[in-house]
């Protein structure tokens, strides 16, 4: 039970830092840009080209395992 509360802990820990580093991104390309809503549109596009590219490359490697 405790490991399971640790482990929820740190996903939430690591949920919280990645929401951070996300409005920071936005600050500084809005910076960049001049435009808020291209830096929000940027960073959006980024996360989602990571995700997708996540999931093809970890979708790849388990296809290999049986288990």
Known sequence: MKQKMLFLFIIFLTGTTS?????????EFSLLFGVHV?????????FMAGL????????RLADRFTR
């Open 38 to 46: 291209f830096s929000l549109s940027t960073v959006l596009a980024a």
């Open 19 to 27: 929401l951070i580093y996300q409005i920071l991104w936005i600050r």
């Open 52 to 59: 997708a590219l996540g999931s093809y490359v970890f979708g």
